[in-house]
């Protein structure tokens, strides 16, 4: 089993770009979650998708989109990229009722 | 007033030390608490969950106080791949998400 998997590793955009994180995992996890991690910030949870064909907005939704494809994948899209969305991406997945939440290993973002 | 607060240290602290982090959480209905370990640029790792009996797993004792809002761990016999920052984790209620605190660093030395 891979776990949760994501891509790319690293991204650089220039201002103004778009692009979409992509995030899977193989375990059949209901719920799937993307969070940014910034230096003091800690983890804040962008958005959330406790099953399939269901999205929620988290603490800090704004300038991103999110799409539960399937069960197994999750991904999120920045429409226009800005400076301040530089940060490292953790997509998480995680069974309803089970308390452990699995990360993949983050995108590291720079936008420029 | 952030929904999990931790002291953000740096601890640093010899080999074979034991140390102590504290963490306050705001919600009274907060249901479940966990410890993560994160390594300098990995993704965060279930360490350990926090019953209200508290609770020991080898040199890592996890302790909770519901009236105090309050989640601790004790490391005990400190080693050098200690080294990492620890995450107070919350769970309010149900499937919620879970919610992180902003974590603490932890540098063991020789």
Redesign the interface.
């Known amino acids: 089993n891979a776990g949760v998997t994501q891509t790319p590793k690293f991204q650089v955009l220039k201002t103004g770009q778009s692009m979409t994180l992509q995030c899977a995992q193989d375990m059949n996890h209901n719920s799937m979650y993307w969070y940014r991690q910034d230096p003091g910030m800690g983890l804040r949870l962008i958005y959330y998708s406790a099953s399939e064909g269901t999205t929620d907005k988290g603490e800090v939704p704004n300038g991103y989109n999110v799409s539960r494809l399937n069960k197994r994948e999750f991904s999120l899209r920045l429409e226009s990229a800005a400076p301040s969305q530089t940060s490292v991406y953790f997509c998480a997945s995680s069974v309803e009722g089970v308390l452990e939440q699995y990360f993949g290993p983050g995108t590291r973002l720079t936008v420029t | 007033r952030k929904e999990v607060e931790q002291d953000?240290g740096p601890f640093n602290v010899p080999e074979g030390a034991t140390v102590a982090f504290n963490c306050t959480y705001s919600n009274s209905a907060s249901q479940?608490f966990?410890w993560y370990r994160q390594d300098c640029r990995?993704?965060?790792?279930?360490l350990m969950?926090v019953y209200s009996s508290g609770n020991e797993d080898g040199r890592f004792t996890a302790q909770l106080n519901r009236a105090s809002q309050y989640i601790s761990l004790l490391i005990r016999d400190s080693k050098l791949s200690d080294s990492a920052t620890y995450?107070c984790v919350v769970?309010n209620s149900g499937?919620t998400?879970?919610v992180?605190?902003?974590?603490t660093r932890l540098s063991v030395i020789a």
């Open positions: 953000p479940s966990f990995k993704e965060p790792k279930l969950s995450l769970r499937n998400p879970l992180f605190g902003k974590g």
